[in-house]
């Protein structure tokens, strides 16, 4: 009788949901946090100048926190939504 091969599950990322690597979390964790200590909102250059991330970094976070509601962005600059101010920081992550 041959023995029936399972599939390793552990490492698949739920349907529709990509994974993300630690450190991409973590960034994306430090520009929420760096936003919360300015409630009139930073424009773009002054995000990645405060977390000291590239331009290019500093994009893809920004994009990638607006198109999940996470910020909002009134003329340049970026804000959090007003929910988000509330919650705490991720731990773990340590500022580079």
């Known amino acids: 009788m041959m023995a029936q091969r399972t599939a390793d599950t552990s490492s698949v990322s739920p349907p ?20 919360r200590q300015y409630p009139d909102g930073l424009l773009a250059r002054e995000s990645g100048e405060a977390i000291g991330l590239s331009r290019h970094l ?35 992550c340590e500022r580079a």
């Open 58 to 92: 500093t994009a893809r976070a920004l994009s990638e926190r607006l198109t999940r509601g996470v910020l909002h962005k009134r003329g340049h600059r970026y804000r959090l939504v007003a929910q988000e101010a509330l919650q705490r920081s991720p731990r773990g």
């Open 16 to 35: 529709g949901r990509r994974r993300v690597a630690p450190e991409v979390e973590c960034r994306r964790g430090v520009l929420v946090a760096v936003l």
